[in-house]
């Protein structure tokens, strides 16, 4: 089939691409853009590990075409951090013992962003039955949901602070050696 | 070197500044920012990607296999199919060395045929053009069907009377098995490909001894590791004949050696790759690794292999659906007096089934005089099974400790005292003959006794159950290097994937010994070609085994530090000591680790810190679950409402990890016990080959998971600490089927416990 034209926007940056119109976002990010911190788990949109961002609502890549984002603004896990400042949710999901193997974290950190955005103070419940659609093997879940807590209570979270990825606590040389 | 390095006192560990604390996975910030690279993530130039045509029929005869039509569709490479096995050391029942079927369909799923194409349309496109004529053959898929004279049998290509039966993985999960004693029993039984029995003492004669006497058959159903990331290898077999293995793994070095051995190659020409793993929990050991490897060979470019979720849970190995008939008898006062059990394990089409370990770990919690186990690993046509964590523990806790619980209430003795009273401590004897070293049965059970849980007011159609359960761990070759840098920081390299955090405690360990803060030291897994010898990470076994060798590699790198320090500084070695990363003397000079890092490199040459260890045996790890469940009386469900897990932990390199692994545990106990099962029909093929019908449990379904660590140091490991990751998953499922049947009042015999099951559990004695 003829290749189609898309023009969009993916984690702030220009992209213009030819994809066969069948290509899925989650392939169209991976291979062609080589953004592959976004997870293919299940491809039947059951697990939530392929989570992206289409103009600020969560959505399944797996089960989005790539031609559906054009014109649209795409953020991939690759585009949360800022400046490499993580974001309150990676931060606190890191500080809160959340990840394991990992490969699910992208997909609860794109749903958990989108979801504490639009509803700031859930309670427990909301807060778990707002990722259910994401599915993590390793955690039990616990860690990450008091994590997110942790977030929706404001608490400070030491990753969020500049240098906080980079500096390293050398000792300062003695005088007089 | 002494194997005791190290016993903390309660001083010691208050002086410990870096482990024993609850710090945060190192990795933590690429896992949450996508930079962690897993299998699939990685591609090369020319790469290709494979799709496997896999058998629709449970069991069969391949008549016909032409795959001429395939090869020259545009796109594709390169088509194998069990012809490209010729030349190969292939072992019949060997399940990874018969990567694709030649004349024997055993199961739905299995491949048949691989093409490599430029792309994953045309690899997809060109399956439905291999030609296959299949001559359907009956299969058995029932354990207990198998064993029966008359039912169908499963017969390997290729195999003989008296094949030898590959066990080297087994061991690597549970090394506390030592020498099984196998003793053949019936070796003409039907479809029967191992076999095991203990016995200690006159079981009748318990029996006759007993005021109470509890018997049943409980029936656990297959179910999948479900790690997130579905099995992946990309495999490149060079101009130079080496072959480049990029999947994602627990044991680089196991699937060299089995490639090597395969491929009958050196293993200077088999480099492998562990990228990070998306979880595995026992199923990835290089089962799926030869396809890539024998399309590379034949398109000479790199090859793709990546399961869909689909095929993982069809044609991956899953964990054993399990019979267990058990039966026990106490004293009124408490004591129990004999246990019978009979374990029938359903290993699929292929050997390998935790059969052996799970018999034995029928005896594993409690002091027993007097029992007799069995055990029956059955083939069957459905895909083999694999390790799952703590492999075919879980399966026996259901019954043990289903009838241990039910026997505790007829008695009219509180089910954890009843346990207490008879749990098993050091010295005792497993059913395997091994003598335990300290152990935390006792310790993990008292936890449990003495949490509020256990005074929760019940509410209607709720009800309460606990159990226990231990798995011996394994114990393998370690050895690791210490680098130290011209900057001031450290590098510990070792070639164990980062399963669990491990990592994260291996860090720690070398920053406590070295005397820097944690975040100057990182950690690097590097391949098989370029890291030292390492064990799998299995069997719970990397903090327990490469947990020495790392603490040597630091105690080496640092006692060279000191030396170079010594000498600068113009005092004797023993009167250094460091702090924070300076070393500093009593003459009040001090240096930092920097500047001697740097000045070696300027002089006496690079620090290089090298650490060896061989554990001279497992250290068993026992958890402790109790649950509260609400039962919904019209349909069946039942919910989670608070559970709690305790686990001897030995000494808690890092307790956030540890809870971490017992919440993981947990839950995935939980889903055995709640609503995980492989579904087949009657043809055999899986039902439910997807997440949507393949219910794992969600965020949603479940409350918080409460954690009590207690430590029971075990004196062969690093500080104290034994094996974390297995031992939590072992007691949940049966202590959630303990409290469903003390909601509903009858007893739960078949797994999971699903609504319709409670239902009917409730309705009609179990009976549709």
Request: net charge negative; glycine share 10%.
């Amino acid at each position: 089939m003829a290749r189609q034209a898309i023009k969009l926007k993916v984690n702030g940056q220009n992209v213009e691409a030819e994809v066969e119109p069948a290509k899925l976002l989650l392939d169209f990010v991976r291979d062609d853009l080589g953004l592959t911190g976004t997870k293919e788990g299940c491809g039947t949109g059951d697990c939530g590990a392929c989570t992206v961002h289409l103009n600020g609502r969560p959505v399944h890549s797996c089960l989005t075409l790539a031609v559906e984002a054009d014109g649209a603004e795409v953020t991939t896990v690759e585009g949360i951090a800022q400046d490499g400042v993580l974001n309150a949710v990676q931060a606190a999901i890191v500080e809160y013992g959340g990840t394991q193997c990992g490969f699910c974290i992208p997909g609860f950190v794109m749903m958990a962003t989108a979801f504490l955005r639009d509803h700031p103070k859930p309670t427990e419940d909301e807060l778990r039955m707002g990722i259910a659609g994401n599915l993590c093997r390793c955690t039990g879940y616990d860690k990450i949901v008091r994590g997110l807590q942790a977030v929706v209570d404001g608490k400070e979270l030491a990753l969020t602070k500049p240098g906080a990825l980079t500096d390293i606590p050398l000792p300062p040389e003695p005088e007089g050696e | 070197m002494s194997e005791v390095l190290d016993r903390p006192s309660v001083r010691q560990k208050a002086s410990y500044k870096v482990i024993g604390k609850p710090l945060p996975r190192i990795d933590g910030v690429e896992k949450v920012t996508g930079a962690a690279k897993f299998a699939a993530d990685y591609s090369l130039p020319g790469m290709l990607i494979a799709k496997v045509l896999r058998s629709p029929h449970a069991h069969a005869r391949i008549t016909r296999l032409d795959v001429s039509k395939a090869a020259a569709y545009p796109g594709v490479v390169a088509v194998v199919t069990g012809e490209d096995l010729e030349g190969i050391e292939r072992e019949p029942t060997s399940r990874m060395q018969n990567a694709l079927a030649r004349t024997q369909v055993l199961f739905a799923g299995q491949p048949i045929a691989a093409v490599a194409a430029t792309t994953r349309e045309a690899a997809e496109e060109a399956l439905p053009l291999i030609e296959v004529e299949y001559e359907v053959l009956p299969p058995v898929l029932d354990p207990l069907e198998a064993m029966k004279p008359g039912s169908p049998t499963i017969k390997h290509e290729g195999s003989e009377a008296g094949v030898h039966i590959d066990r080297s993985e087994e061991k690597i999960h549970a090394a506390g098995a030592g020498e099984l004693e196998e003793e053949d029993v019936e070796a003409e039984t039907n479809n029967v490909s191992s076999q095991v029995h203990f016995k200690r003492g006159d079981v009748e004669a318990g029996f006759r001894q007993a005021d109470a006497i509890v018997e049943g058959r409980w029936i656990s159903s297959s179910v999948h590791q479900s790690y997130m990331e579905p099995h992946a290898t990309l495999a490149y077999w060079d101009a130079s004949g080496t072959v480049n293995i990029w999947t994602s793994t627990q044991a680089q070095f196991n699937v060299r050696d089995s490639i090597a051995r395969m491929f009958h190659l050196p293993i200077s020409k088999v480099r492998v790759v562990g990228t990070e793993i998306g979880g595995g929990f026992g199923a990835k050991f290089g089962v799926m690794a030869p396809i890539a490897v024998l399309l590379s060979r034949k398109a000479k470019r790199p090859v793709k292999h990546v399961l869909t979720r689909s095929e993982d849970l069809i044609g991956a190995t899953p964990a054993p659906y399990t019979v267990i008939d058990v039966k026990v008898g106490a004293t009124k006062t408490g004591k129990i007096t004999a246990l019978k059990a009979r374990v029938v394990m359903d290993t699929g089409a292929f050997p390998g089934a935790p059969m052996s370990i799970g018999t034995i770990l029928c005896g594993g919690s409690y002091k027993l005089e007097n029992f007799e186990l069995d055990g029956y690993e059955v083939l069957t046509n459905k895909a083999s099974v694999g390790a799952y964590r703590a492999p075919g523990a879980p399966n026996v806790a259901f019954g043990i400790e289903g009838a241990i619980e039910q026997l505790a209430k007829k008695i009219g003795m509180s089910p954890i005292e009843f346990r207490l009273r008879n749990a098993i401590e050091e010295g005792d004897k497993w059913p395997n003959g091994n003598a335990l070293p300290a152990v935390g049965c006792r310790a993990v059970l008292e936890a449990i006794r003495n949490h509020p849980i256990m005074s929760d007011k019940l509410g209607p159609n709720e009800g309460r159950g606990v159990a226990v359960g231990a798995w011996p761990g394994g114990a393998g070759a370690a050895s690791a290097y210490c680098r130290a840098n011209p900057d001031g920081t450290f590098q510990v390299i070792t070639g164990t994937i980062n399963l669990t955090g491990s990592t994260t405690a291996l860090a720690q360990i070398a920053a406590e010994e070295l005397g820097v803060p944690m975040a100057l030291v990182s950690v690097v897994t590097g391949d098989t070609s370029e890291s030292p010898h390492s064990p799998a990470a299995g069997g719970s076994q990397i903090t327990y085994t490469m947990g020495h060798a790392v603490q040597r590699a630091a105690i080496d790198c640092r006692e060279k530090m000191l030396a170079l320090a010594a000498r600068r500084l113009e005092v004797d070695k023993s009167q250094l000591r460091i702090e924070d990363g300076v070393v500093k003397a009593s003459n009040d000079k001090a240096v930092t680790y920097k500047r001697l890092a740097d000045q070696a490199l300027q002089s006496t040459g690079p620090v290089v810190g090298e650490g060896s260890h061989r554990p001279g045996r497992p250290f068993p790890g026992f958890a402790a679950t109790a649950a509260i469940v609400h039962v919904d009386p019209d349909t069946g469900a039942a919910r989670i409402k608070r559970i709690v897990t305790a686990q001897d932990a030995g000494f808690a390199i890092n307790p956030m990890a540890v809870e971490g692994q017992m919440q993981g545990g947990t839950v995935q106990g939980a889903g055995m016990a709640l609503t995980e099962e492989l579904v087949y029909n009657q043809d055999g093929r899986v039902a439910n080959p997807g997440l949507l019908d393949y219910r794992l449990l969600t965020c949603g379904d479940l409350p918080m998971i409460e954690t009590v660590i207690v430590e029971v140091p075990a004196e062969a490991g690093p500080y104290g600490a034994r094996i974390i990751g297995e031992p939590p998953i072992v007691p949940p499922g049966a202590a959630i089927g303990n409290a469903i049947a003390d909601a509903i009042g009858k007893p739960i015999y078949h797994f999971p416990a699903t609504p319709e099951r409670v239902f009917y559990a409730v309705h009609s004695n179990g009976k549709r």
